[in-house]
């Protein structure tokens, strides 16, 4: 069974960093994409960031552009996500995410997810 784990979330002011990580495990070979989503209270879930496994090419939401940098691991199926200039509208919880086929929209795989909040 293939679960995916974040972790690095937490509290932080508005401007700083933070980096989360998901692994996942139960499964042996590289997923096709993994990405981060986040929700906001009250907000539908929206897309922050992916990678893709095979050419490492990344994609971004506008709103953290230049901001959030999504890299790859050294462990198989382990991927980051670094927040720098965080701001109050950041606050939301982080959830990573898998997908085998490359060509489907929807992720097979979601984590448990971890909460971001950044104080103005």
């Known amino acids: 069974q293939v679960q995916l784990v974040e972790s690095g979330g937490g509290l932080v002011q508005a401007g700083g960093s933070l980096r989360l990580s998901c692994a996942a495990s139960g499964r042996t070979f590289s997923f096709a994409t993994m990405g981060w989503f986040r929700q906001a209270p009250g907000k539908e879930r929206e897309f922050v960031a992916r990678i893709s496994w095979s050419n490492g090419n990344t994609y971004y939401a506008d709103s953290v552009k230049g901001r959030f940098t999504i890299s790859k691991g050294n462990a198989k199926n382990t991927v980051y996500l670094q927040m720098n200039s965080l701001k109050p509208e950041d606050t939301a919880v982080y959830y990573c995410?898998?997908?085998?086929?490359?060509?489907?929209?929807?992720?097979?795989?979601w984590g448990q997810g971890t909460q971001v909040t950044v104080s103005a």
């Open positions: 995410a898998a997908r085998v086929d490359p060509l489907k929209l929807a992720y097979d795989y």
